[in-house]
């Protein structure tokens, strides 16, 4: 098919853009359709264009929880730790560990022989602060795993714990959920100072009366540190030893500003280390006379969220290079500002609600809150997602074995149910199912239930370590990220699909997909759903058709 060398609607891609009428003369479309993206991919791959990532690279994949436009948004706001600055989790959290063990040992704690293990914890996992335990639930609430101190806990041992209760985190108490990677430090230092407790080895003068207590000193040692800006301090000198760099991540920024989009840096972080950071991880990425300050329509440091996207703060302007600030009554679009709120960026810039995308890592401070309050879009990073991926992927035959084993146990044991159903209407005199089932003698029913129960052990035998290890790719003791048990999705993928719009595991992975990408969301399957292994042909058609 032949078009018009006319121009393209790009601002609207009107079915008319080319002045044509395409309703007539083309065959059908789905056929058309195929043969075009067909010839599209071809050319690409001919320019060296790479393909979107999941079709290249699943693990650097944005996936879609709520159906997304990009290119009805028309601001983008972004977080930096975590989200524009990546920082190295062994690197970060391991001196963030040091610090906080050396504040507990000025306390009289002793910390001989202990080390950072950043595989003793994972994101998504809740603190029991008046249990000194560890755990992880499912998306309702229900524990599958847990662990006491450094050591994990038997079924059994859940089972007696939790086994009458829910994770509910409003009791803030009691719950504390590890949201972020900011959290991986603190957590190995509370759950090895409960060893420790147990043990007896902390000090009568220091040793707290319970978890809970205990679970406060480790949070004031470890807040200490950022507050007294020992960590940050440290960064600023060495960033190269803590920040990993990521080339494509300001390219991606520039597409979408050179795109028509306004750019926000919204970030918790002074100004010194924001400026700092920044500089380090961008400005040698863009073109010559950028800097990263070029990129961003306003940026806010020391925003005060989560508070920032619900209350109104002072808000100060910077002026100096040194951060100089005076009060400022009223944002302006290019500038560089301390605290405010997000109503009074959306003021400045004339911008509300669905036409804006926020970008971060933090489930409540960045996602939620923005998303309740102001019912921004949302995005979340979650750099563990190219692990967790690329584990369902090495796992994926492994699993599928796994749910052939269960299924078959299942067809075993209904079998077995009915044989045994059989037995105790015998026994009970009462009628069994069939004529035939009440001609079997004891023994051959007995002999078949025998034979059943025998089998079920097997596949069990089959089961249970394939259960245990379900996950291990990604983490020998937590399992999947996403998954609570083979069947069900963990706590925090529900608050995940809740609250964010999309999510990927690095911002620069919005480079594939470009600023005008259309992100869809999957359909989402329930219980009744069609199943493959119905007997459709089974179905009784409409009685009413007849009459």
Not at 109 to 124: K, S
Request: proline share 4%; charged share 25%; glycine share 8%.
């Amino acid at each position: 098919m032949v078009l018009p060398d006319l121009p393209v609607d790009l601002e609207n891609e009107g079915r008319r853009a080319f002045d044509l009428d395409i309703d007539t003369g083309i065959g059908p479309i789905e056929e058309l359709a195929k043969a075009e993206a067909d010839e599209a991919e071809l050319l690409l791959e001919q320019l060296g264009v790479p393909p979107q990532f999941p079709h290249g690279l699943a693990s650097r994949g944005i996936f879609c929880s709520r159906t997304l436009n990009l290119r009805s948004i028309t601001t983008i706001g972004y977080d930096m730790d975590y989200t524009l600055i990546h920082y190295n989790v062994n690197a970060w959290e391991g001196r963030a560990y040091d610090y906080a063990m050396e504040n507990l040992r000025s306390k009289g704690y002793p910390t001989e022989g202990l080390r950072f293990d950043p595989d003793l914890v994972i994101r998504g996992l809740v603190m029991d602060k008046a249990n000194g335990n560890l755990v992880k639930c499912d998306r309702f609430g229900f524990v599958k795993r847990a662990m006491h101190g450094t050591e994990m806990l038997s079924n059994k041992a859940i089972s007696k714990l939790y086994g009458r209760e829910l994770v509910d985190l409003r009791n803030e108490g009691r719950w504390e959920f590890l949201n972020t990677l900011f959290s991986v430090s603190e957590a190995v230092v509370y759950m090895q100072m409960v060893d420790r407790l147990d043990q007896g080895l902390l000090p009568a003068e220091v040793a707290p009366g319970d978890y809970k207590t205990l679970y406060k000193v480790v949070a004031r040692a470890l807040f200490r540190a950022h507050v007294e800006g020992q960590l940050k301090a440290e960064i600023i000198n060495s960033p190269e030893k803590f920040v990993e760099l990521d080339p494509e991540l300001p390219l991606a920024l520039l597409d979408q500003k050179l795109a028509g989009k306004r750019l926000l840096l919204i970030t918790n972080s002074d100004y010194q280390y924001t400026h700092r950071m920044m500089t380090h991880a961008f400005d040698r990425f863009l073109p010559e006379g950028m800097t990263w300050r070029s990129l961003f329509d306003m940026v806010i440091v020391s925003a005060r969220k989560p508070e920032f996207f619900s209350m109104a703060h002072p808000l100060y302007e910077i002026v100096t290079p040194d951060g100089l600030m005076r009060p400022c009554f009223k944002a302006n679009s290019g500038g560089l500002y301390c605290g405010g709120s997000a109503q009074m960026v959306e003021n400045a810039l004339g911008f509300a609600g669905d036409e804006t995308l926020y970008v971060g890592d933090h489930i409540y401070t960045d996602v939620s809150q923005s998303k309740l309050h102001l019912r921004w879009r949302t995005c979340l990073v979650c750099r563990e997602l190219e692990q967790e991926v690329e584990a369902l992927i090495h796992g994926h035959d492994t699993r599928l074995r796994l749910i052939d084993l269960m299924a078959q146990k299942d067809r075993v044991g209904d079998c077995f149910n009915q044989l045994r159903l059989a037995l105790q209407r015998r026994t009970q005199g009462q009628a069994a199912q069939t004529a035939a089932v009440g001609e079997m003698e004891d023994g051959e029913l007995v002999r078949s239930m025998q034979r059943l129960l025998w089998i079920m052990a097997r596949l069990d035998g089959e089961i249970a370590p394939l259960l245990e290890t379900d996950g291990a790719a990604f983490n020998d003791r937590w399992g999947y990220l996403s998954r609570a048990g083979l069947w069900d999705k963990s706590h925090i993928t529900r608050q995940i699909e809740k609250y964010a719009d999309i999510y990927t595991s690095r911002v620069s992975n919005f480079l594939r997909y470009t600023p005008f990408m259309y992100f869809r969301a999957q359909g989402q399957s329930c219980a009744h759903d069609v199943s493959d292994t119905w007997p459709l042909s089974s179905i009784q058609p409409d009685s009413s058709e007849d009459q």
